[in-house]
């Protein structure tokens, strides 16, 4: 592949509407206040640009922004790689191990998943995160990964110049406008006075930075601890949820067969290498894959049939006596059902009354499944499926499948 790919490309312009969207447009509020407000604060009150060391603080702050900046765009732009439209392994005798996806009109490659957001297969994809409006996933990994290490150190570091700053000026001399703080304190004295004033705007902002600078560092910092660990065990998180289902299967049958995850090398260094190289571009193609010894290549999306079979097999069929909207937390189906909705990113499933779905999955308030179409069809490859309350159905009376999904009976 060439290098090129690897570097932003603006020529398809369609990439920059990523943009518009709640996600980026937070994260990047985010940044920029965080960035200007620490240099402000730095240079204007606590360690001004006229010592060695107010420079080099000045400077490490524009770098962690840079830094910031670059992986984020990297991650958001360049994409987690896409399985391309109507693929087909080269021997077609392998189509028989490869779930087909109806909307790419092609095979799905081992470790690829579709997903609706972006409308692809995605390559490796571990989740669509909405703060780059992308997935993550083959290509952009390891830019993903080193966003959420740097995000906060750099918060950190900011953290440090809003308290020292507010600190300082605190015990120093700070104008509220209808009264002074005046105390002694010279060692935080700065020589010559400060141009521009601390008042109470700049404290306001200072502290409104704070927050956002801490908030940041917790919830990313607790992101990059979750994708260290699914780099250093070379498994996505859809991944860990098919090894997961994958021995539940082994165990409800009781077959006596072994599950073992295909892409875990064995070596945390190994497993890292694969994502962290010194290219900056992951190790394969994203379609062929490095495998653990006494494994082949279609270990995982073997397991992946055998659980889709399994699921058809304890799918059951309900019939809707309530219409539902297809509101996330809707009010008028209960106090329980409306603080009991699923947290996940997956769409809720409007309802008519006498609509037929097939659950796979429940919860004790909450169901999953596909609608059935008895008479007018959806376009071709579309598949309407997602959450619905459970007291808007009931079972249907010719139904063939188990009485109860797996799923249901944990009523997790």
Not at 358 to 387: C, N, Q, S
Not at 403 to 412: C, M, V
């Amino acid at each position: 592949m060439a290098k090129l790919d690897w570097f932003i490309s603006f020529e398809n312009l369609r990439e920059l509407r990523r943009l518009c969207h709640w996600g980026p447009l937070i994260a990047l509020g985010v940044i920029i206040i965080c960035s200007i407000v620490a240099v402000l604060d730095s240079i204007l009150w606590y360690w001004p640009l006229d010592s060695p060391g107010g420079s080099l603080n000045f400077l490490t702050l524009i770098n962690w922004t840079v830094m910031i900046l670059y992986n984020y765009f990297n991650a958001m732009f360049i994409g987690p790689g896409f399985v391309p439209l109507g693929w087909r392994p080269e021997n077609a005798q392998d189509c028989r191990f490869l779930q087909y996806c109806k909307v790419c009109e092609g095979y799905k490659a081992p470790r690829s998943h579709h997903c609706r957001k972006c409308n692809r297969c995605v390559m490796k994809m571990d989740h669509h995160c909405p703060w780059i409006n992308n997935c993550c996933g083959h290509r952009n990994h390891s830019s993903f990964t080193l966003f959420l290490l740097l995000a906060p150190l750099g918060c950190i570091h900011a953290s440090y110049i809003f308290i020292m700053t507010m600190y300082t000026q605190l015990y120093n001399r700070i104008s509220f406008g209808w009264n002074s703080v005046k105390i002694d304190m010279s060692l935080t004295r700065r020589d010559p006075a400060p141009i521009v004033p601390f008042g109470i705007s700049a404290f306001a902002v200072t502290l409104f930075a704070l927050g956002l600078a801490l908030g940041t560092t917790i919830a990313v910092g607790m992101l990059f601890c979750i994708q260290m660990k699914v780099i250093l065990r070379n498994k996505t998180s859809i991944e860990s949820w098919i090894e997961e289902k994958a021995k539940d299967r082994i165990q409800y049958y009781q077959t006596g067969e072994t599950f073992i995850f295909p892409y875990d090398l064995g070596s945390r260094w190994r497993n890292f290498r694969q994502v962290f190289t010194g290219s900056g571009a992951p190790e394969g193609d994203g379609i062929e894959w490095r495998l653990r010894e006494g494994c082949h290549r279609y270990t995982l999306t073997v397991e992946q049939l055998k659980q889709k079979a399994d699921k058809r097999v304890r799918s059951v069929r309900y019939r809707a006596v309530e219409d539902f909207s297809g509101a996330c937390c809707p009010l008028t189906k209960g106090i329980r059902t409306f603080f009991t909705t699923p947290c996940t990113e997956e769409p809720r499933m409007k309802l008519q009354n006498g609509d037929l779905v097939l659950a796979t999955r429940g919860l004790k308030h909450w169901m999953y499944g596909d609608k059935i179409f008895e008479g007018d069809l959806p376009p071709e490859g579309v598949r309407v499926r997602g959450w619905f309350p459970r007291r808007c159905v009931v079972k249907y009376v010719s139904d063939t499948g188990s009485d109860q999904s797996d799923d249901e009976k944990k009523n997790r």
